[in-house]
Each structure stands twice: as C-alpha cells, then as structure tokens.
C-alpha cells in the first residue's frame, strides 16, 4: 500500500496543493518537458512535478472513468460480486458510495479504512483489469477486519497476514500481471515471491516498523498460515 505496487490498508493521502506550486498547464507540462522525458534528460524533480501536473489537469477525467469502471466491477465482475456477497454475510456493504475515486498524491492504487472504506486512486490506475485487481484487494481487507477484528495500528502481525492475503488472492501476484506490467521473469515460486515482496513494503510504510529487516521478519513469522487461508475462497481464485 505505499505505491502501485503495494496497495496500502489505510486512507491514501489525497490533499490538494496550495496556490504558488508551479502546476498545472505551465512549464512542466510543456512539450519541451515532454521530450525531455523521452530523451532521459530530465530530472528526478522534475519528473515529479510533471507528473504531478498532469494529474492535476487529468483529475477530473480521471475520477470519471475510474467511476464508470467502479460500477461495472460492481455490477459484473466475478470477483468483486463474490467478495461483496461474503463481505455482507458479516455485516457489511461495499457500494459505489463507499469505493470513491479520487486524486492521489502518494504513489499507490488504493487503500482501505474501516471507517471510510475503499478509496481508489484514479491517477494511478491504469485500466479496468488493475482497478480489479485493486478493488479485490481491498474487499480483502475489509473482510478481513469484519471477520477477523484487524488491529490496523497496532498489531504489525495482523496487518502483515491480511496483506498477504489481499496480494495473494486479488489476483495482482498472477504471472502474467508481474510478467507485463512488473518485469519480473521468474517462473519457479513467482506468486509466493510478488505476495511476500508487496507485504514487506505494506508493512514497511507503517508506524511501528523499524526497517525493512523488521518488515520480512514480522511476514516470515505469520507466512505459512496467512498464506494458506484462502477464505472466503476455496482457493487462490485467480
């Protein structure tokens, strides 16, 4: 959950930038600056605050199409109909007012609040097969504070099992996700490898945890029961 490769259990940072910041239509978003990034001579800075302007001028486009692919999830995807039906068993309702899109200015998918719910971020979701994947993940999450009473800040095991679970089951560990849209190549345990790599860096981004040594540790502690549990499915689904 701290980047698109990791999608994060709590609230993703959605504030806006104040008046002054040098974004929007101006420089950064220049076919100069443009090119620049296709030569490789900008830099890092700079890339940044291109990125950040264009998903400033992008925003409202972006929410919309998110939006549009939120209630054909909803309404249509297997997956997501499935976890919504277990989700209700326990008391609890995933709907389009409570999956919201939105402006993101951290570098993740999405996030999970028990009192807020889902939010997606619509900047950095590439597709209707990502926003997915992200909205399976946190249905994860959010059946597993329902069932299992997740101690999100507190207990770095418990957000370190339900992380597990989420990439293992959403379907974002599959082999031809890592394949084309990660660059990873490796055949033998590469599910197992994608699901311990995005707990360690969910558990890495939360208060308590030292490094990242202390993040693999605490998911090499909970690994072999979290990643058998496959509830609500009878299996890993996708």
Known sequence: M????????????????????????????????????????????????????????????????????????LQYSPVIRFMRDNINLLGGDIHSGNVRCRRCTTLQAGGFDPEFGIQVCANHVRNRGHLEDTMAHEMIHAYDHLRFKVQWRDNLR????????????????????????????????????????????????????????????IVNEVWDSCFADTRPFDEIYR
């Open 158 to 217: 418990h957000a370190a099992c339900t992380e597990i679970r989420a990439s293992s089951l959403s379907g974002e560990c599959r082999f031809m996700r890592e394949f084309l849209t990660r660059g990873q190549w490796k055949i033998t345990q590469q599910h197992q490898e994608c699901v311990r790599r995005r707990a360690v860096l969910s558990v890495m981004g939360r208060p308590g945890c030292e490094d990242d040594v202390h993040a693999a540790r």
């Open 2 to 73: 701290a980047n698109p490769e990791a999608s994060s259990a709590h609230k993703p940072n959605t504030s806006g930038d104040g008046p002054g910041d040098g974004c929007g239509d101006g420089a950064y978003t220049s076919w100069r600056t443009w090119f620049s990034i296709l030569t490789g001579r900008t830099h890092h800075q700079e890339l940044q605050r291109y990125a950040k302007a264009k998903d400033i001028r992008n925003e409202e486009a972006d929410c919309k199409r998110c939006e549009k692919q939120r209630d054909y999830l």
